[in-house]
């Protein structure tokens, strides 16, 4: 997919569909512009961003932060990541294409709620309405908008969906025996 075709996804949906309803932030997270190799258009997208970004309204734009995250140390991008989805009401994956997703499954593990497009994988991660959202269509910003507003603005909801993502991703992806090591490494630890 071309530049103008990948740029294309981000317009309007935080600007149109969010930030008049809400008092949310966005927080944009990706790899630093260089760090990935096989994808050559990322500097011309993430400077595209920046413009995208200065050209918003004040009262908006200080509530988008472009994040770019180390790709060169694995355990100082985990634990970035780690960061966000915690501190996230909800994560949002907006693709137009996915494998598995796996940013959808570790948000699930930490209790967040995903919005989330209905490609690839991620249908066999969430279960539609049970553990998180599906937006048939990633390119309806509304859909993706009004999905997010709705959950920011009643947290029961929010709240279920996060704790039945867990119980879905450790039911699905997580072997017992690797809960078994978790749960003795977290005992180790507070011993």
Same mark, same amino acid.
């Given at each position: 997919?071309?530049? =103008?075709?990948?740029?294309?996804? +981000? ?10 309803? @809400? ?10 512009? @260089? ?8 500097? %011309? ?9 200065? =050209? ?10 472009? =994040? &770019? ?5 694995? %355990? ?10 915690? +501190? =996230?009401?909800?994560?949002?994956? /907006? ?14 593990? /930490? ?16 279960? &539609? ?23 920011? &603005?009643? %947290? &029961? ?8 993502? +867990? ?25």
């Amino acid at each position: 997919m071309g530049p =103008a075709q990948r740029a294309g996804r +981000r317009d309007g949906f935080f600007v149109r569909f969010i930030a008049p309803r @809400t008092d949310a932030c966005l927080v944009l997270a990706g790899p630093t512009a @260089t760090s990935v190799i096989d994808d050559p258009e990322q500097p %011309e997208i993430l400077e595209d961003l920046g413009r995208r970004h200065k =050209a918003m309204p004040a009262a908006t734009r200080h509530r988008v932060v472009i =994040a &770019q995250i180390p790709m060169q140390d694995t %355990e100082e991008n985990a634990a970035i990541v780690n960061a966000l989805q915690r +501190r =996230a009401d909800v994560v949002v994956q /907006k693709s137009l294409a996915e494998g598995f997703g796996l940013t959808v499954s570790e948000a699930m593990w /930490k209790r967040r709620p995903v919005v989330a497009s209905r490609v690839g994988g991620i249908p066999d991660q969430i279960e &539609q309405g049970k553990s998180g959202i599906l937006v048939d269509d990633a390119r309806d910003l509304r859909a993706f908008g009004d999905a997010v507003v709705g959950l920011l &603005q009643d %947290e &029961q909801p929010a709240r279920r969906l996060g704790v039945e993502a +867990r119980h879905r991703v450790a039911r699905k992806f997580i072997s017992p025996c690797h809960l078994i090591e978790q749960a003795r490494l977290v005992v180790d630890l507070v011993s």
